[in-house]
């Protein structure tokens, strides 16, 4: 099978998860949410006691053997870490509270970055969002995608999302939360966030989901001779 992989890289709340979603139904390829493998390890150091603040080789002994699949035959794909669903918990607040000092450790990264190249060879028609997608993991991925927008913008976005879901949301502590998830993520030194060179920057501030994902389709079609839809 030909490769076609779409990377989607970008700071939290920029929407990349329902656009990578969508833009990988609309495209007929699968979906990859890479951020959901940190929270996943993230929710078993959680429930295993392990602070990653203070307890940073614990945590890369438990990536390493720890077993993480995603169910394809769902839709959207759910997180199994070893025969526990959690597809839900690791969108808790003190797993997100967390997962940045887990996604910052060296060891954690060299785990999770194979795993994910393995994903890609097994499915190599593939949507894919993080953090590293286009600039470590898939280099040399088919189009890539850097998604942004203000903290406001994307701590509205969040609360909404967490509404939806029937819980409560406070907007500012919200947006004080994006802010240094951001600073962590771009000021580390194992991957920092940053927008690669190859990769179309798309400022999704004042687009609605609907036009960031045409957009993003009509970008993939016309750079891969796709017929338009
Ligand atoms: O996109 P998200 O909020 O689910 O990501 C959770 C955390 O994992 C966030 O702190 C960034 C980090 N992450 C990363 O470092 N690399 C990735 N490829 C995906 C997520």
């Not at 709340?13 to 609309?26: I, N, P, Q, W």
């Not at 890479?34 to 929710?43: F, H, K, P, S, V």
């Not at 199994?80 to 954690?108: C, H, M, P, W, Y």
Request: hydrophobic share 35%; aromatic share 4%.
């Amino acid at each position: 099978m030909d490769q076609l992989i779409v990377t989607l890289d970008g700071p939290a709340g920029s929407g990349k998860s329902s656009v990578a979603r969508f833009l990988a139904k609309r495209l007929g390829l699968e979906f990859l949410d890479t951020g959901a493998m940190y929270r996943g390890l993230t929710a078993k150091a959680v429930h295993r006691g392990i602070d990653p603040a203070t307890e940073p080789h614990a945590v890369v002994e438990l990536a390493r053997h720890t077993d993480m699949r995603f169910d394809w035959q769902q839709d959207p794909p759910r997180l199994f870490v070893g025969n526990l669903d959690v597809t839900e918990r690791i969108r808790d607040r003190d797993v997100t509270g967390k997962v940045s000092d887990v996604a910052a450790l060296q060891g954690v990264r060299q785990v999770l970055v194979e795993m994910q190249k393995r994903i890609g060879k097994e499915h190599p028609q593939l949507v894919t969002e993080g953090r590293d997608q286009g600039s470590v993991v898939f280099p040399n991925a088919n189009v890539k995608f850097y998604l942004d927008a203000t903290a406001t913008i994307r701590a509205k976005r969040r609360v909404e999302q967490i509404k939806a879901a029937g819980k409560r949301a406070d907007l500012e502590q919200i947006r004080k939360d994006i802010i240094e998830r951001d600073r962590k993520d771009s000021t580390r030194k194992e991957s920092p966030l940053i927008c690669p060179d190859d990769a179309i920057r798309v400022d999704t501030s004042d687009m609605t989901l609907e036009q960031v994902i045409e957009y993003l389709e009509n970008t993939v079609r016309e750079q891969m001779g796709m017929p338009q839809s």
